[in-house]
């Protein structure tokens, strides 16, 4: 299947929503924890994957603010999830040349996940291959409103014209302010929205739904999403004839 791939219309961008680890680990008899380790092996081969075929950007919703409602003893699993993952998984970041990023209300966290995270962020910051980006701890209307916080502080104290408040300035503001929007949004799991993720940036994002639940989710069902997207005409406003 990566030989159909048109190598010269490579999403540049590719964000996930990694959904169905406690269903598929449900269906199999497991404990919902064990979904999300599972889940964390999707993360590895779809990053190799990325990687390889010469996406620039990943950006994976890793876990929303919403989340910190699901049962404490999950949420601990998660976090402790995740700084397992973050120590194991650095290794190989270095090896393949990948930096990693953060997006999200990172104060939250823990202070053993959030200072793993950190490290690995700081040890990958001049890796110049696929950039790896974690929405974590992260909501789409969290970030707008922080953002018009931002704003509001900057023209209340004179540093900002409000005439001067475009489109472009306040993409500025963001969390996701050195990162290009998405081309393409993969959604696993079965459901078909957004859940409060990169609301702005994909305003002319391709969407692409699967069944397939995350931990299942491989390097051909990746194929398979950016050949749908390479189906596709982008035309971001203009008529099919503009766009030709």
């Known amino acids: ?92 970041l270095m090896k393949n040349n990948v930096r990693l990023q953060v997006i999200g209300d990172v104060d939250r966290l823990p202070e053993s996940t959030r200072k793993n995270l950190l490290e690995s962020i700081e040890q990958t910051k001049n890796n110049t291959g696929l950039t790896l980006v974690l929405a974590l701890s992260y909501s789409s209307r969290w970030e707008i409103v922080e953002a018009v916080k931002d704003i509001a502080k900057d023209v209340s104290s004179g540093q900002l014209d409000v005439n001067k408040i475009d489109e472009t300035l306040f993409s500025r503001y963001l969390k996701t302010k050195d990162i290009p929007d998405p081309d393409l949004l993969i959604r696993t799991g079965g459901e078909i929205r957004t859940s409060n993720y990169l609301l702005w940036q994909t305003a002319y994002t391709e969407f692409y739904f699967t069944d397939i639940y995350w931990p299942e989710f491989r390097e051909n069902d990746l194929y398979k999403a950016i050949l749908d997207y390479q189906s596709r005409q982008r035309r971001f406003g203009k008529t099919g004839e503009q766009v030709k």
């Open 1 to 92: 299947m990566k030989e159909l791939i048109d190598k010269t219309n490579i999403p540049k961008h590719i964000a996930i929503i990694m959904d169905g680890n406690g269903r598929w680990a449900q269906k199999n008899g497991m404990e919902r924890y064990m979904g999300h380790q599972e889940g964390v092996v999707s993360v590895r081969k779809v990053v190799e994957t990325a990687a390889d075929i010469g996406v620039d950007y990943l950006t994976v919703y890793t876990f929303s603010i919403e989340n910190w409602n699901r049962p404490q003893a999950e949420v601990n699993s998660l976090m402790e999830l995740m700084v397992i993952a973050i120590r194991r998984e650095t290794p190989d």
